[in-house]
């Protein structure tokens, strides 16, 4: 009965690859976002959805590329991937301003 | 900018022990506050949170009230076990904005 769930939990994958993470939240929010946490626990918000519009795009290269099909789905494509783009990615969803964000249990990505 | 300040960690504490973790922030308007917590290997979980001046957000023991006067939302709990060991991030949104501005994280690990 998960409430935000995404896949894989993990990936490793070569340089130059394309590879997508997906995301599905079952809470009936309006908002869904990713966020990127480093190799040092910091986290940063990428992109933010609200019922299926872009609304925060936080200077991400534009290998990153969100897709929300509908407002219970935000997926993430990587293009070309790089080193540097190793990280745990979080899929979120939230009512509403205030009132909290809920994660999901974050996809380990490893690029080699 | 927004912005959320956290003390260094790591903490090493004994079981049955007092906990502070600091947290002050920088904000226009009035955000809301949280706390969220990261177990090893794990996503992020909210723990708390609070969304006016001199409300307290508890849970699991865990208390934080929010200080408009000096900025503040310190996480407490009276009596430490092993299993709180884990990450603790303080975080706001506000100003009409979705996203979560995150602080660095405090580790914290409880010996028995």
């Known amino acids: 009965d998960t409430a935000v769930s995404q896949t894989p939990k993990y990936l490793v994958t070569q340089m130059g690859n394309d590879k997508s993470i997906k995301c599905e939240q079952n809470l009936g929010h309006d908002t869904m976002y990713w966020y990127k946490q480093d190799s040092k626990k910091f986290l940063k918000i990428m992109f933010s959805y609200n019922n299926k519009e872009l609304i925060i795009n936080e200077t991400v290269p534009n290998r990153f590329s969100p897709k929300s099909p509908d407002k219970a789905h935000l997926n993430l494509h990587i293009n070309s991937l790089e080193l540097g783009d190793s990280a745990v990615y979080f899929c979120?969803?939230?009512?509403?301003?205030?009132?909290?964000?809920?994660f999901g249990e974050g996809s380990w990505l490893t690029v080699v | 900018g927004d912005s959320v300040t956290q003390m260094e960690g790591p903490v090493t504490l004994s079981e049955e022990a007092f906990l502070t973790i600091n947290c002050t922030y920088t904000a226009t308007g009035y955000p809301s506050l949280f706390w969220y917590v990261q177990y090893p290997g794990e996503g992020l979980q909210l723990l708390l949170k609070?969304?006016?001046?001199?409300d307290k957000g508890s849970n699991k023991g865990f208390e934080a009230t929010y200080r408009k006067e000096t900025t503040s939302f310190h996480l407490e709990k009276g009596s430490v076990q092993v299993s709180d060991s884990a990450v603790y991030f303080c975080a706001l949104s506000g100003g009409g904005s979705e996203k979560l501005v995150f602080g660095k994280g405090t580790k914290l690990t409880v010996n028995p």
């Open positions: 609070a969304t006016k001046a001199d």
């Open positions: 979120a969803s939230s009512l509403g301003s205030g009132t909290g964000i809920y």
